[in-house]
């Protein structure tokens, strides 16, 4: 059974400062991995996918990189700003939708970015 | 566009009341998702729907009713609520079958059992 973990479940940081948000999973059979961010009841907002066969994504700031080998993805924000603050999500698939794939969230880091 | 587009975005129902949330996608996506989020808690699976046929259902309760009309269009008929059926709903859709396979997710709608 596929078992997603974050650490650590909240952090806070100063304005400025470059940080990196941690995602395990246990089983290395995933479809793909997708980071998240979710604003206070809000949706979750794709910020980055990687798909199995992808080592890392870029998105301006952001930077997602995946070892499926050891389980683990990283979430690197740099040069924080206060509008980072919110929930971030990983979560990982095994199969496409038509095979039963569905995703598996791990239970988040709640970001603070102090001005 | 990548909207996924929920309504109403607020509920208030008695637990004899019948609602119903809809969801909305233009995106050309074949899979549509719901998933109910409680405070604090990570997304939760309720339905996925694969070409407007329903491919998984995990094991909701039959006051929560599903359908999905059209491909674009999912909804979720809701009867006989508890209070602890209180929670964000969130509908999320995915790009079709050999691609990408992500997921994009609306605003959700926030249910309020009494």
């Known amino acids: 059974k596929q078992e997603v973990t974050q650490i650590p479940a909240a952090l806070s940081v100063p304005e400025g400062e470059n940080l990196v948000l941690n995602c395990s999973f246990t089983?290395?059979?995933?479809?793909?991995l997708q980071w998240f961010r979710q604003d206070p009841g809000k949706g979750l907002t794709s910020l980055l996918l990687?798909?199995?066969?992808?080592r890392e994504q870029t998105s301006g700031r952001l930077n997602a990189s995946l070892d499926k080998s050891s389980g683990r993805s990283t979430l690197y924000i740099a040069a924080s700003q206060p509008g980072d603050s919110a929930t971030y999500l990983c979560?990982?698939?095994?199969?496409?939708?038509?095979?039963?794939?569905?995703?598996?969230f791990g239970q988040g880091t709640e970001l603070s970015v102090k001005p | 566009d990548t909207e996924v587009t929920q309504t109403p975005k607020h509920l208030v129902m008695g637990m004899t009341n019948k609602k119903s949330l809809k969801c909305e996608q233009h995106?050309?996506?074949?899979?549509m998702y719901w998933y109910k989020q409680k405070a604090k808690k990570p997304p939760e699976l309720m339905f996925v729907?694969?070409?407007?046929?329903?491919?998984i259902n995990e094991s909701v309760p039959s006051r929560f009713s599903p359908e999905c009309p059209n491909s674009s269009l999912l909804n979720l008929h809701l009867h006989a609520l508890q209070p602890e059926d209180s929670a964000l709903y969130l509908c999320?859709?995915?790009?079709?079958?050999?691609?990408?396979?992500?997921?994009?997710f609306g605003e959700g709608s926030r249910l309020t059992v009494l």
């Open positions: 729907y694969s070409y407007e046929k329903l491919s």
């Open positions: 995106m050309g996506h074949r899979a």
């Open positions: 990687i798909q199995s066969s992808q």
């Open positions: 979560a990982v698939r095994r199969t496409i939708y038509n095979q039963g794939g569905k995703l598996i």
């Open positions: 089983d290395s059979a995933i479809y793909n």
């Open positions: 999320a859709s995915s790009t079709p079958t050999g691609t990408s396979g992500e997921l994009f």
